[in-house]
Structure formats: C-alpha cells, structure tokens
C-alpha cells in the first residue's frame, strides 16, 4: 500500500523564480492538502483541493497556487519566490468521495525548499 | 496563525519515564489529532479523537480532550529513546466543504537512556 509522495526532496532556487513541487495521495484517497512549515514552526494551511477544485485555501498570496490532476496527484506552484518562502512543504492526503471517508490527513515525506 | 499551543514546548526524560504534553486551542472543533515529526522529516499521524470523545488508548499512547477547557493532552507510557521526537497537535474544522488542519507550535520530547 503506497503512502503519499512528494518530489523532489530538496530544491534550490533563487528569489523571483518559480517552482512547482508534486504530491501523490495515498492509494485510494481523493483528496489533498498543502502545508508549509517554516523551520521550528507548526506546519501552516496553505489550501485542499477535492474533485480538481480547490475547496478551501489559508492565508497565503495569489503567488501559491495548485493543480489536481484526474488521478488525484497534485501539485503546488509557487511563483515570485521570496527568501521567506524558505521552508518545508507538506502534502498530506484523506478520502472524502466514498463511505467510510476518513477525517485522518496521511502526510507525505515533504519537499525542502530553500530560497537564495 | 497557530490555533493553539502545546506545553512545554520542550521535554527531557528517562527511558522508561512517562511523558505528558498538553495542547490548547481557541475555537470549537470536529476532531483533534497528534501527530510525530522526526528531526523535520514528514509527520506520522498517532491518534484522533473526537469532539464527543473523551479519551482513547492506542498502544503506549493516551489522549484525553476536554471541550469545556479546549485542551487536550497526550500521555507516552513507558518512553522509549525511539520516542524522542516532535509532536504536534492539530486541531480540524470542517468549514466551507473543506477540512484544513490547524497545528499548534509542538512540543520536542528527548528520550535518554
């Protein structure tokens, strides 16, 4: 049974570009999360998509962005990178469509970003 | 913003010591979850607990949750230096046909033989 992954693990980037990491849920679950944790820091909402929509988003930029793709698997695009989007970015996955759905998020291994 | 915080935000123990962390929220709540993080590594779920649940039992972990006082709290029996991590609380409120996760700070537990 396949848990959630992320790629890649670590990304270098320099301020002002653009960078797009991807998630892939758990087998059988069809929905994902996003979440940002800065170092020392709680991991912090960024948005959830559910059925290709984003279905509710924290208090983050425009410059956050995301994809769901038919399959499920997402991804997280972040453009304009600032130093503070330094941090580690969690994907977490759950099932909402089908009986019994579970409220439990499985996360992912996270992608390291930093920002130079 | 942090929904809440957990207390200590850091905690030495013994091998076969218990370890007791405590986590406060604001506002009401479907379910409360803990989570383990290894030195930032993904995080681990542990336990869920309901907002109409009291208290629940999973191995060496216990977990109570008291609505009136928007607290919970998580008990590891018989620690194990395996156990020395970070763990964090999350508190989940369905809202606008999404649930999002609201961590608090955590709190980093070492365990030494």
């Known amino acids: 049974d396949a848990g959630v992954t992320q790629s890649p693990t670590h990304l270098i980037k320099t301020r002002g570009q653009q960078v797009t990491l991807r998630c892939s849920p758990k087998s059988g679950h069809d929905t994902v999360s996003w979440y940002q944790q800065a170092l020392g820091q709680g991991p912090q909402f960024i948005f959830q998509y559910y059925e290709e929509e984003e279905r509710q988003r924290g208090n983050f930029p425009d410059r956050f962005s995301g994809h769901q793709f038919p399959n499920y698997s997402s991804e997280l695009n972040v453009n304009a990178l600032l130093l503070g989007d330094s941090a580690l970015y969690l994907c977490a996955s759950s099932l909402k469509g089908r009986t019994p759905s579970t409220d439990t998020q499985y996360f992912g291994p996270g992608t390291r970003l930093t920002v130079l | 913003s942090q929904q809440g915080e957990e207390d200590p935000q850091a905690l030495s123990i013994q091998e076969g010591e218990n370890a007791t962390m405590n986590c406060s929220y604001k506002?009401?709540?479907?379910?409360l979850q803990w989570y383990r993080q290894n030195s930032g590594r993904g995080l681990v779920h542990l336990i869920l607990?309901?907002?109409?649940?009291r208290e629940k039992h999973s191995g060496r972990l216990r977990v109570t949750l008291d609505t009136s006082k928007k607290s919970s709290s998580l008990l590891i029996t018989a620690s194990r230096a395996a156990d020395t991590a970070s763990y964090f609380c999350?508190?989940?409120?369905?809202?606008?046909?999404?649930?999002?996760?609201?961590f608090g700070t955590g709190t980093q537990l070492k365990v030494e033989l």
């Open positions: 999350a508190t989940d409120r369905t809202a606008g046909g999404g649930n999002k996760l609201t």
């Open positions: 506002t009401s709540i479907n379910n």
């Open positions: 607990i309901r907002s109409n649940e």
